[in-house]
């Protein structure tokens, strides 16, 4: 069997957080989804998490995973600390002729083929052991590779326990293994803290290995990009920027237009078909929908389905839905359960929020639509609003089709108006509105004739 153990133990000091480090996210996801991720779509049949520091949170998070199964590091006095201290918890689960690959949870950029190229290789060669390795620009806070004069992997060195020399090589330790089961338990059985950093370190287990005889090797990794380990919220950001690249690369291979990929933020999940258009500053989460033909400029769209040929404008939409053909903003907001019909018009500083608006229906400018069920072809005017809180309770109101809402009203809810019903401008409308009806709730308008001028304010 192929099993995957995810280190995930770890305090993650350099973080300087309260959060977990695996838990630090990456495009709307904790690290450790994508590592696992990557094991579940490549061949590995059992996956083991390693928790340890803060273990109720990481569970938590990840409480609805299938097939994971979540082992603990006894963390405090009298344990070792270690990447070596963390897998010998799991080695109980391995049988002697598992392969076995041994991940960082902190590694969330490694891929699935990645993962199935090493272990094909490893197997191929019949390995104890074989090490991911890549060359780095800059190898720092990385182990090093140490191979002897003919090119054999033989050590592992921490930066820590690193002289001059052995520093400056490029060569660094991904912190991927793979282990054949038996090599991997007679390894752990081997490890001591004698190191700089007084840890129990799995990579120890190369040398134990190489001393005892056993086959190993490593497997060099072309795009070191794929074995960037996050230690800081520096590599953090470094870690994001290459995943929302490649992320947005395959939208456009897709079909999408990125105006300004770089300020393009799309998260893994997220479904876009062909021909949307996308313009700079646009966050798009991984439960949304986008449909062919629309276009999106500078907003921020979560768990929302949007139809074909919309145009959002500067605006934020949270889970919510709008149908084809419909303008939002700019600067709109709809807020949760909005569900905005066909060829409707929402226009600038305009909010709704769990409210229903039918087909055709507009509201310009400067209006409030709350817990409302609007009919189709109804016009709400310039600054109307929906009273629907009286500070204890909410309440619903209801507006039919063709009705025609006057600019400045407030209809306070419970209300219902109904079809071709026509509030004038200006009007607190309190009680239902009939079909067909004209409700005008405001003081008669008086003129009185040379007041300025009796006042002295005539220019
Ligand atoms: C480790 C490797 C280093 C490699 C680098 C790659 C060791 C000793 N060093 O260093 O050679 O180049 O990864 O990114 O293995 N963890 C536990 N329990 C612990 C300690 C750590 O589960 O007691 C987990 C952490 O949560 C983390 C992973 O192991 O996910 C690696 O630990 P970290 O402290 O980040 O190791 P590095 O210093 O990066
Ligand atoms: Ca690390």
Known sequence: MKVSIILAAGEGTRMKSKVPKVLHEILGRPMLFYVLNACKKASTEKNIVVVGHNKEKVKEKFHDETDVDFIEQPIGEGFPYGTGFAVSNAVSEINDDDTVIILNGDTPLISDSTIDCFLKYHECRENAMTVLTADM?????????????????????????AN??????????????????????????NLNTDNAAGEMYLTDALEILVSAGEKVGSFKIKDPHEILGVN???????????????????????????????????????????????????????????????????????????????????????????????????????????????????GNFVEIKNSNVGDGSKMSHLAYVGDADIGCDVNIGCGVVFVNYNGREKFRSVVGDHAFIGSNSNLV????????????????????????????????????DGWVLRKGFMK
């Not at 139809?307 to 600067?331: F, L, N, Q």
């Not at 409700?439 to 003129?447: C, D, F, M, P, V």
């Open 413 to 448: 809810a419970p209300l219902e108006v109904e079809e071709n019903a026509y509030i004038a401008a200006g009007s607190t409308i309190t009680k239902k509105v009939s079909k067909g009806q004209l409700s005008l709730e405001r003081a008669e308008q008086k003129n009185i």
């Open 232 to 346: 800081s919220r520096y590599e953090l950001s470094n870690t994001s920027e290459i995943l929302r690249d490649k992320i947005n690369k395959e939208y456009m291979i897709n079909g999408v237009t990125l105006i300004d990929q770089k300020s393009t933020y799309i998260e893994l999940g997220a479904k876009i078909e062909e021909d949307v258009t996308i313009y700079p500053n646009t966050y798009i989460d991984k439960k949304s929908v986008i449909k062919t033909g629309t276009v999106i400029y500078d907003s921020k769209i979560y768990n929302s389905t949007i139809d074909e040929g919309v145009t959002i404008k500067s605006s934020e939409i949270e889970s919510s839905t709008v149908g084809s053909g419909t303008t939002v903003g700019p600067y709109a907001h709809l807020r949760p359960n909005s569900n905005v019909g066909k060829n409707c018009k929402v």
């Open 137 to 161: 620009p800059d190898p720092t806070n990385y182990g090093r590779i140490i191979r002897d004069g003919d090119a054999n992997i033989k050590a592992i060195v921490e930066e820590k326990d």
């Open 164 to 189: 001059e020399k052995e520093k400056l090589i490029r060569e660094i330790n991904s912190g991927i293994f793979a282990f054949k089961g038996s090599a991997l338990k007679y390894a752990i059985d």
